[in-house]
């Protein structure tokens, strides 16, 4: 089914989608109205990522908890060593993170040229908040 133009997650075994490639979508639930897409991602292996989104805390890898957690004021560039770094990614992961959908597309004979293409198109068609396409 749809709603608001995101499809919801196609349902597979764990080990299936392991080493799945392709593009995903988190997004907000509204109420009872919808979803609101908030970023757009790529991986080689997005259950993988998606760990590193919510488990993982170095600033490498947690990189949408960390932007997240400069913006709320959970930490501020000038305080950034490692341990309130690791709390302020931790908080967010538990508080907002967690508490997101996802939608995984699977897309196994994209060429690596294809995929970042759509990741831009569609995080500019969904007008997701995160994608801020700044290299880190």
């Known amino acids: 089914s749809e709603k608001n133009g995101i499809k919801t997650l ?14 995903y ?6 109420d009872n109205i919808g979803f609101r897409p908030i970023y757009v991602g790529i991986s080689k292996s997005i ?15 947690a990189t949408l908890a ?11 560039e000038e305080e950034e060593n490692k341990e309130k770094v690791t709390d302020a ?5 538990g508080e907002y993170l967690k508490n ?6 699977h ?18 068609k969904l007008k997701t ?3 801020t396409f700044e290299t880190h």
């Open 25 to 30: 979508v988190y997004a907000e639930k509204i």
């Open 129 to 131: 908040y995160w994608n």
């Open 66 to 76: 960390l932007k997240i957690a400069r913006h709320v004021g959970h930490i501020s």
């Open 107 to 124: 897309y196994p004979d994209t060429s690596n040229f294809l995929l970042p293409m759509l990741e831009i198109y569609l995080a500019i």
């Open 100 to 105: 997101l959908w996802i939608t995984i597309h």
């Open 10 to 23: 196609f349902r597979k075994t764990f080990g299936e989608i392991e080493t799945t490639k392709g593009v």
């Open 47 to 61: 259950v993988e990522r998606k760990r590193q989104h919510l488990v993982r805390t170095d600033k490498g890898t």
């Open 89 to 93: 990614i931790k908080t967010v992961q």
